[in-house]
C-alpha cells in the first residue's frame, strides 16, 4: 500500500506501464562517489526495481564532504555496503545489493558479469575502461550510460546499438487530417455539404476540413490534379476562402484560411520517416526486434493500402460545427483509424509467423500505439566508444574549436553525435579525454589537435580542477544521468549532456 | 603562517578534499574577487549565511547541496507539513516524519548526515517574518512553487536596495539571490548575484546594473531583479526526482561562484529544453530601470500636513500602486500595521497624525509599504518601495526626477 501511494504522483506522468518498466529493471552502478550516488538516489525515490553497487574503495574523510549516502559512523567501512544501506533507507520496496571489487578490474575479469543487468550506469571511469565495459555491454545487449563529474565539468554519454522509439512525445506535431489527400469516405462526407447554402447559420458551421476539402478539390480540378505550391498560388487559394465567406463574424472560413497550410503540405510521409522504412532493419528475420516487424508491416501498408500515406492517427482538433456535424466527423475519422490499424495487425501478424514466430506475441495495444505514432517514429544508433575515440569527427570538432563563446556557457550539450554539440562542449570534451590520457601516460598529450587551439586558460582549468569530484557537479551530472536512465527504461528519447 | 596551514591540511585527511582544489588554487577562469586560501573556504563557513526558502522537492536538495558546497551556516523556511506524496521526490523524508514540519524534519536530516553543519528551521509562513529576518542573510535561495512567493521574497531583498545620487544602487546593499522551482512538468533555476563582476561587460563594476533580469517577462509579475541568473528546465518527461536535483546543484553552484569567486558565474539567464534532445542557452537580460519592485522605488510627492492614512487613501487610488490593506514602515519602524491586532492597536493612533512628522521630518526617504494588490482580478500580496518627497521643505528643490510617479 505504501508503494502505491509513494509512486502515484509520477504513474500519473509516465503511466503504470512505464512505472511497471522501471520496477522490472535490474540496474548496476559502477563506482559510488557522489556522482554514483545522486544517480541511483534518484532512481530508488522512482521506484526502480533492483540495484547492484560495484565499488572496490573503503569510506575516506574526504568522501564526507562530497557524498551524502555516507556519513561518519561510516568511515572505514566498505563505500558499496554504506551506500547500498542508505538506498534501502529511501525505498525498501528497491532490492539493493552490492559487490565489494574496483570496477576496473572487474571489467577486466569477469565481463559476464554485467549481462545479468538491463542497464549499467558507468561513474568516474577513464578511456581505457570505458573502452572496454562499452565492447561488454554491446555484446550482452546492455544498456550503457556513463557519467562523470570532473571539477567543474562532467558528461553524460549513452552508448546502446540502437534505441527505437515508437511514442517520442514530440512537441510541435501537425494533426493528421489528410486535407491534401482525402479519402473515400472523406471526400464524400465533404460533397454532402454545399458552400453556397442560403441559410447563414448553416453556412458558418460548415467544419473547416469540410471547406478545405472542397475547395482543395476543386483547385486541383482547375490545375490538373495539383494542390497550391507557390507563393502565389497559395495567396489565390486563400483568397477564394476569403471570397467564400458570406459574413465577417465567420470563425469556420477564418479556421480554413488559418488551416491553408495543411492542404499545402506534401502528400505522403515524411523523408525521416521515409529513412527509417528504407533501412535495412526492415528486412527482419527470427531476431528482429518487435519495432523492426512493426516497421516491416508499415512498410506494405505504405506501399499498397496506403497508397504513400502511413496510418490514420484517427484524431481531430476542435473546430467551429454543430454538434451533431463534429461527431460525424469525428467518426469518419476514427473509422479509418480503426481499418488502417486493422490492415497494419493483419500485416504484423503474418510477418510474424512467416519469421516463425507467435503471430500473437505482439500486443494489440503495441501495435495501436504503434499506428497513432507511425509518423512520429525514431531511430537513435549511438556510435561504439572505441570509434569515438579512435576516429574523431576532425572538421567538426575544429568547427566548434574555434567558438569563442565558452565563457559564457555555464551548461554545455554533448551528445554521441558531435554534429550536436554546441559551443565550448568540444574543448571540455577534449581536455576530459586529454586528462584521461595523461593519467594513463605521463608524457603524452593529446596530439590530433594544435594545442594552441585550445584556449590555454581552460586547459589551466583542467588542472586545477585535480580530477575533484564536488557535490554538486555530482548532484547534476547525477540527475541528467538518472533522466537519462529513466527515459531509456521507458524507451523514450534519448539524450546526453555535459555541464561545466 | 596561512599558506603553512593550507599545505598541511591538504596532505591531512579532510572532508573538504575535493572542495579545497577549487577553493585554495587559482586559476585562470575565476571571478576577479576570487583569492584562493584556506581562508576563503574558513570564511565560506564562518560568515556566510545562506537562507533556503522551501523544504519541498528543490529545498531538500538545496539544503544538501549547499551543505556538501562548504557553507556552514544555512537557515531554512517551510510553512507546510510532510504529506505521503511528498516521500517519493523529497528524499529527506521517511513515513514515519508524515504530519511533521517539513522545514524541522529537513534540517534533522542533514544535520544528522553532515557533520559541522548548522541549519535553523523556521516553521511558518514567509509573509511572517518581518523585512530585517532576511536582511541578515548573505544569500537567499529559494525553492518555492509558488509565484506569489517567489514574488514577494523578490520584492524582500530589492527592498534592502539603497540608491546613489545618480539613481544607481549601492553594491553593499545588493542582495544575492538564488531561485529554483517547479511548475507543473517545468522547472527553473535562477541566481540573483551580488558579487561585483563581470568580464564580459566593458562597463566593469557597473555590471550589476546592466544584468538584472525582467522577471515580468518570464512570468508576467511587474518585478525585476538585480543581477540575476536563471535557468529554465522544460521537461516533456519530468523524472520528478532527478529533475529537482538537476536544478538545486544548478543553483548551489552558482551560490558558491557567487559566495567564492571561484568560478565565473553565467550571465545571466539560463534555458535548458529537454524536450527534443538537450538544448541550453544563455541570454543576457536588462534591468527594467521603471521596475516596480528592484527600481529606486515610485516617487511621490507629498504636502507635509498629509496625514498618514490619507497617504494610505492615495496609495489605494495611486494608478501603478493600487495597494489596499496598507501596512506601512519607515526605516525598520512601524507606522502602521494591518496585524496582528496588538501592532494594529498600537499603531492606529498614528494613522491621524502628519507623515511628515511620523518619519522624523525628513525632507525625503524611503518608506516600505506591504499590502494587497490586484492584477487580472486576483488580489496578491506585495511589498512596495516608496520614495517619499515632502513638498515646501528644504533641500528638495533639485531632486531626482528619474522613475517618478
Given amino acids: 500500500m ?115 543487468f538491463t542497464l549499467v550506469v558507468a561513474t568516474q571511469l577513464v578511456e581505457s575502461s570505458m573502452v572496454k565495459l562499452d565492447r561488454i555491454c554491446r555484446e550482452a545487449n546492455v544498456i550503457l550510460i556513463f557519467a562523470r563529474s570532473y571539477g567543474l565539468t562532467g558528461f553524460v554519454r549513452i552508448s546502446l546499438k540502437e534505441h527505437t522509439v515508437i511514442e517520442s512525445k514530440p512537441e510541435h506535431f501537425l494533426d493528421d487530417l489528410r486535407l491534401n489527400n482525402p479519402w473515400p469516405e472523406l471526400k464524400s462526407f465533404a460533397e454532402g455539404f454545399d458552400l453556397n447554402v442560403q441559410d447563414p447559420v448553416a453556412h458558418k458551421h460548415i467544419p473547416y476540413v469540410v471547406i478545405l476539402v472542397k475547395m482543395a478539390d476543386e483547385w486541383a480540378k482547375n490545375h490538373g490534379g495539383r494542390l497550391p505550391s507557390t507563393r502565389e498560388e497559395k495567396k489565390e487559394f486563400k483568397d477564394l476562402l476569403k471570397a467564400g465567406m458570406v459574413a465577417q463574424d465567420e470563425d469556420n472560413y477564418r479556421e480554413a484560411i488559418e488551416s491553408s497550410f495543411k ?41 499498397n493500402e496506403g497508397g504513400g500515406e502511413a496510418p490514420l492517427e484517427g484524431s481531430i482538433p476542435d473546430m467551429t460545427s454543430s454538434t451533431e456535424q463534429y461527431v460525424n466527423l469525428q467518426n469518419i475519422y476514427q473509422a479509418k483509424a480503426e481499418a488502417d490499424f486493422l490492415a497494419i495487425e493483419q500485416m504484423t501478424r503474418n510477418t510474424l509467423k512467416k519469421i516463425g514466430r507467435d503471430p500473437n506475441s505482439i500486443p494489440t495495444a503495441t501495435i495501436k500505439s504503434f499506428c497513432k505514432n507511425a509518423r512520429k517514429l525514431k531511430v537513435c544508433r549511438y556510435r561504439p566508444i572505441e570509434d569515438e575515440f579512435n576516429s574523431p569527427n576532425l572538421s567538426e570538432l575544429q568547427k566548434y574549436l574555434t567558438d569563442e563563446d565558452y565563457r559564457l556557457s555555464p551548461f554545455i550539450v554533448n551528445s554521441s553525435n558531435l554534429p550536436e554539440l554546441q559551443n565550448i562542449a568540444v574543448g571540455i570534451y577534449i581536455l576530459l579525454r586529454a586528462v584521461d590520457r595523461f593519467a594513463a601516460n605521463y608524457n603524452s598529450f593529446p596530439g590530433q589537435f594544435d594545442s594552441a587551439s585550445l584556449p590555454e586558460d581552460l586547459i589551466n582549468e583542467m588542472c586545477r580542477f585535480g580530477a575533484a569530484e564536488l557535490h554538486a557537479v555530482a548532484a547534476l551530472v547525477g540527475g541528467i544521468a538518472s533522466q537519462e536512465v529513466i527515459k531509456s527504461l521507458l524507451s523514450l528519447k534519448l539524450r546526453a549532456c555535459i555541464k561545466s | ?151 514577494y521574497i523578490n520584492t524582500v531583498a530589492c527592498s534592502f536596495l539603497e540608491y546613489d545620487s545618480d539613481d544607481n544602487p549601492q553594491e553593499d546593499t545588493i542582495k544575492p539571490m538564488v531561485d529554483g522551482g517547479t ?107 521603471d521596475c516596480l519592485v528592484c527600481g529606486p522605488g515610485i516617487r511621490i510627492e507629498l504636502d507635509p500636513s498629509i496625514t498618514l492614512q490619507k497617504f494610505m487613501d492615495l496609495l489605494e487610488e495611486h494608478p501603478k500602486l493600487l495597494l489596499s490593506k496598507a501596512s506601512v514602515t519607515h526605516r525598520g519602524k512601524n507606522l502602521y500595521m494591518q496585524a496582528p491586532p496588538v501592532l494594529e492597536e498600537m499603531t492606529r493612533s498614528n494613522l491621524t497624525l502628519p507623515l511628515f512628522n511620523l518619519m522624523g521630518e525628513l525632507p525625503k526617504d524611503i518608506v516600505h509599504v506591504n499590502g494587497m494588490t490586484s492584477k487580472n482580478d486576483q488580489k496578491t500580496s506585495c511589498l512596495r518601495k516608496l520614495r517619499v518627497v515632502f513638498k515646501g521643505v528644504d533641500g528638495v528643490a533639485d531632486m531626482d526626477t528619474a522613475g517618478g510617479a
Fill in chain 1, 263 to 303: 492542404v499545402f503540405a506534401p502528400r505522403g510521409i515524411n523523408s525521416e520517416l521515409q529513412q527509417i522504412l528504407n533501412d535495412s532493419s526492415v528486412e527482419v528475420d527470427s531476431s528482429s526486434s518487435d519495432f523492426w516487424v512493426l516497421v516491416a508491416a508499415l512498410k506494405e501498408f505504405v506501399t
Fill in chain 2, 183 to 289: 511548475e507543473g512538468f517545468k522547472g527553473h533555476a535562477r541566481v540573483h548575484r551580488g558579487v561585483p563582476f563581470d568580464p564580459d561587460n566593458p562597463k566593469n563594476m557597473k555590471w550589476v546594473y546592466d544584468e538584472a533580469v525582467k522577471r515580468a517577462e518570464l512570468f508576467g509579475i511587474p518585478g525585476v531583479t538585480y543581477s540575476f541568473t536563471q535557468g529554465v528546465v522544460k521537461n516533456i518527461i519530468p523524472a520528478i526526482a532527478s529533475t529537482n536535483a538537476i536544478i538545486s546543484a544548478a543553483c548551489a553552484l552558482e551560490t558558491l561562484k557567487i559566495a567564492t569567486g571561484c568560478s565565473k558565474t553565467l550571465s545571466n539567464y539560463l534555458t535548458y529544453n529537454g524536450s527534443e534532445g538537450l538544448h541550453t542557452k544563455v541570454t543576457e537580460f536588462e534591468r527594467d530601470k
Fill in chain 2, 1 to 151: 603562517m596561512a599558506a603553512d596551514t593550507s599545505v598541511q591540511l591538504q596532505q591531512q585527511p579532510s572532508k573538504s578534499r575535493d572542495l579545497d582544489k577549487l577553493l585554495l588554487r587559482p586559476g585562470n577562469l575565476v571571478g576577479p574577487s576570487f583569492e584562493p586560501g584556506a581562508e576563503l573556504r574558513d570564511d565560506l563557513q564562518k560568515y556566510v549565511r545562506v537562507l533556503v526558502v522551501g523544504a519541498g522537492g528543490l529545498g531538500c536538495e538545496l539544503l544538501k547541496d549547499l551543505a556538501l558546497s562548504g557553507f556552514s551556516n544555512l537557515e531554512v523556511i517551510d510553512m507546510d507539513r510532510i504529506e505521503v506524496t511528498n516521500l517519493n521526490r523529497q528524499f529527506l523524508f521517511r513515513l514515519e516524519d508524515v504530519g511533521k514540519p517539513k522545514a524541522e524534519v529537513a534540517a534533522k536530516r542533514v544535520m544528522e548526515r553532515i557533520s559541522g553543519v548548522n541549519i535553523v528551521p523556521h516553521f511558518c509562513r514567509i509573509e511572517d517574518k518581518d523585512i530585517e529576518f532576511y536582511n541578515d542573510f548573505s544569500i537567499i535561495a529559494l525553492g518555492l512553487d509558488s509565484i506569489e512567493a517567489r514574488s
Fill in chain 1, 2 to 116: 505504501y508503494c502505491k501511494i509513494f509512486t502515484l504522483a509520477q504513474c500519473r506522468i509516465w503511466g503504470d506501464q512505464g512505472q511497471a518498466a522501471l520496477e522490472k529493471s535490474n540496474i548496476c552502478l559502477l563506482n559510488c562517489g557522489p556522482t554514483g550516488s545522486e544517480t541511483l538516489k534518484n532512481l530508488v525515490l522512482g521506484g526502480i526495481g533492483s540495484i547492484t553497487v560495484v565499488d572496490g574503495s573503503k569510506v575516506e574523510d574526504g568522501d564526507l564532504g562530497n557524498n551524502f549516502l555516507v556519513d561518519e559512523s561510516s568511515l572505514g567501512q566498505s563505500k558499496a555496503k554504506c551506500v547500498c544501506s542508505f538506498l534501502q533507507e529511501l525505498n525498501d520496496a528497491v532490492k539493493a545489493k552490492f559487490v565489494e571489487e574496483y570496477p576496473d578490474a572487474l571489467i577486466e575479469t569477469n565481463p559476464s558479469f554485467f549481462s545479468q
